[in-house]
């Protein structure tokens, strides 16, 4: 057999790091690049291979820096282009890599560029962003912003409307305009010139905008992502990004695939076309959710997910990940909060993660197996989008209380909480005595310090798991197979490659129980486990699990 082309970034593990609630080195709350310079050696020695920073530029924050002023400068509340730089040295000096958020579907309203634009009708800028005179008084159309409202905002100075697919202090950039697209690649270059190993990039399907702006029907409404990422100049751009910038670097990019079709998907990231070497697809870790709301979900649905993933051809490699900073904890929603499960479950998901076909992305604090936290009033929450649908969610009837249980499930805030250092105030994030986001309560128990101390934490069993699939080319590029799709409680898959297989057999409930595969007839030997079972050769023929637990076999290929 012969496996897919080998490339560095489907080898490597990437870990996100959402600075604002990374580590906090000044006292004000707030996370900032020198505390995430602190922690370099925690991230090497967690033997992650590359980091994904989401944005750390100048911007106003009405969308915690998903709204840039100033492409070319630091947040100042994160620090300077100085620590920036020590950073990435730092990190390489380390054998990491770095890759940084590219947020060029918008940019903040306080940018020279829309301050400029708003100004005139032939202001130079103008033709940055997109412009429409309203309709009978009303906005030129029908399309929704997802952060509540119209997607069209009002200015007086010009009379006219401009397009904010998120927030109003988000307005789109006009793709369309080739002076801007050359100004984007530009700023791109800056960053690869300082030695960034690539970006992952926000909405960027969004990009390309359908020129009639019609109205939406009311079937379409409820998921407006998919007519936004449906413009016909999509492919076209990415494809003239490329030849301008990527194909002169090593790079890795990441697409935020928000809203795609299947096509879509797989011709942005056919590694014939030269567009996207990856993108994330939002259906595993979404599984269940319509927009705020979160619905039950089976495993079988979930088995079918990473199925599809792994349907396409040798041109196409997936991300796998459960978590990230859009989303909430995966050890609430995949795992088992219960304290008495919580550890396993975590655990069981850096298996699932580390060794399904794809390019791994962790998110902070999932190594520790961070946890929702539980809301208890809106106050709490700093979201952006929560914000602006809270009244329009409550006019459509829904109750706060019903508004507040079901946030409590699908809230971005659950993934923002700060990072859990230490047993000390405000787990060791920061010195102020509040942090910008509340801390959840239960750092005294999920926390990194007690986790380094003790053999059999989550950390270690992460460590262990990083190390152990380094350099292991038939788990990472070897073929996958679903053992048994249909099982409510098990999720067993094998990856076969030239010289080795894998068995990976998880179970997914709270249940003890044996799972029927036939480990003598494979050879198949105990290569890792959560639990206690002796590491070797097999004594079983069948595969008994523990509530939560999950082993990896390997057997040598009959050659
Ligand atoms: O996210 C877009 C996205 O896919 C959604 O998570 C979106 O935030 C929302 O849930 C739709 O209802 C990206 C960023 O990851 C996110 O943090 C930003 O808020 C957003 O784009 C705008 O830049």
Redesign the pocket.
């Known amino acids: 057999m012969s496996l897919p082309k080998k490339k560095w970034w489907k080898e490597d593990v990437v870990y996100q790091i959402y600075p604002r609630s990374f580590k906090d080195s000044k006292g004000d709350g707030l996370g900032d690049i020198q505390g995430i310079i602190s922690k370099v050696p925690y991230l090497k020695e967690l033997g992650v291979d590359v980091i994904w920073l989401?944005p750390h530029f100048d911007s106003p924050n009405a969308?915690?820096g998903?709204?840039i002023r100033d492409y070319e400068k630091v947040m100042e509340e994160f620090g300077t282009m100085e620590d920036f730089d020590t950073l990435l040295k730092d990190l390489n000096n380390s054998g990491i890599k770095l890759i940084i958020d590219l947020?060029v579907?918008?940019s903040s309203d306080e940018h020279r560029w829309f301050q400029e634009s708003k100004k005139s009708l032939d202001n130079p800028y103008r033709d940055y962003y997109i412009w429409r005179s309203g309709k009978e008084g009303k906005a030129p159309s029908n399309w929704p912003s997802?952060?509540g409202g119209s997607a069209w905002e009002y200015d007086k100075t010009t009379d006219q409307y401009y397009l904010h697919y998120?927030a109003k202090k988000?307005p789109d950039l006009n793709w369309e305009n080739e002076d801007l697209r050359k100004e984007v690649y530009q700023i791109m270059k800056f960053w690869l010139d300082k030695g960034v190993s690539g970006f992952r990039m926000?909405?960027i399907p969004l990009i390309s905008k359908h020129q009639d702006f019609k109205d939406m029907s009311v079937a379409e409404l409820p998921h407006p992502?998919t007519i936004y990422a449906s413009g016909p100049r999509l492919h076209e751009f990415l494809q003239e990004m490329h030849a301008e910038v990527l194909s002169k670097y090593d790079v890795m990019t990441v697409g935020?695939a928000?809203g795609v079709t299947e096509t879509i998907m797989n011709n942005m990231t056919d590694e014939r076309r030269d567009e996207l070497d990856l993108a994330f697809i939002?259906d595993i870790v979404r599984i269940g959710r319509d927009?705020w709301v979160q619905n039950e979900w089976s495993l079988p649905e979930l088995k079918s997910l990473f199925q599809e993933q792994n349907n396409t051809d040798q041109f196409h490699w997936p991300t796998v990940f459960v978590n990230?900073?859009?989303?909430p904890r995966s050890v609430s929603k995949f795992g088992c909060d219960d304290p008495k499960y919580r550890d396993m479950s975590a655990k069981l998901l850096a298996i699932l993660t580390l060794t399904q076909k794809g390019t791994p992305f962790l998110y902070q604090g999932e190594e520790l197996g961070m946890t929702n936290y539980n809301f208890t009033s809106f106050d709490e929450f700093d979201d952006?989008?929560i914000r602006g649908n809270y009244d329009q969610v409550l006019e459509s009837g829904v109750t706060k209380e019903a508004y507040l249980q079901e946030l409590n499930k699908s809230s971005?805030d659950h993934s923002r909480t700060p990072m859990q250092w230490s047993n000390t105030k405000q787990a060791g994030f920061t010195e102020a005595d509040k942090s910008w986001l509340v801390v959840n309560p239960n750092y005294t128990e999920i926390n990194v310090e007690d986790q380094q101390s003790k053999e059999q934490s989550v950390l270690n069993f992460y460590k262990k798991l990083l190390q152990f699939r380094k350099g292991k080319d038939d788990l990472i590029y070897g073929d996958y197979k679903d053992l048994d799709p249909e099982h409510a409680k098990v999720f067993a898959y094998t990856r076969t490659g030239v010289k080795e297989t894998y068995a990976i057999i998880l179970n997914m409930s709270s249940d003890a129980l044996e799972f029927s595969f036939d480990l003598h007839e494979h050879h198949f030997t105990l290569a890792l486990t959560i639990g206690e079972e002796p590491l070797g050769t097999v004594a079983h023929k069948n595969v008994k699990l523990q509530p939560w637990d999950g082993h990896v076999y390997v057997s040598k290929n009959k050659l």
Not at 324 to 327: A, E, K, R, S
């Open positions: 989401s969308d915690n998903y709204d947020v579907n918008h997802f952060f998120f988000q926000d909405v992502e935020e928000f939002f927009n990230n900073h859009d989303n952006v989008e971005r």
